[in-house]
C-alpha cells in the first residue's frame, strides 16, 4: 500500500510538471508567432527562439518520463 502512495505522487508530480511544461511551450510558441513591435530588432526574435527550444526539450524530457512509467504500468511493475 505503501508503494502504490509513493507512486500515486509521483504520478501527480509528473502530471504537474507536464502541465506547466506545456503551459511554458504553448506561450513560447505563440510568442513566436506574433510579429515583434520593434524596430526589425534580431536579438529579441533569438531570445523567443531559445525560449522555445528551451521548452520543447523540456516537454520531450517530460514525454519521456511518461512513456518510461507508461512501459512499467504495462509490465506490471506499478499496481
Do not use: C
Amino acid at each position: 500500500m505503501d508503494k502504490r502512495k509513493a507512486w500515486r505522487e509521483q504520478e501527480q508530480q509528473l502530471v504537474e510538471r507536464w502541465n506547466a511544461a506545456a503551459s511554458r511551450f504553448r506561450d513560447a510558441q505563440a510568442a513566436l508567432s506574433t510579429p515583434s513591435s520593434e524596430n526589425g530588432d534580431a536579438a529579441p526574435h533569438e531570445e523567443k527562439v531559445l525560449k522555445a527550444k528551451a521548452a520543447r526539450a523540456e516537454l520531450e524530457a517530460v514525454r519521456k518520463q511518461v512513456a518510461r512509467l507508461k512501459v512499467e504500468f504495462s509490465a506490471g511493475k506499478r499496481y
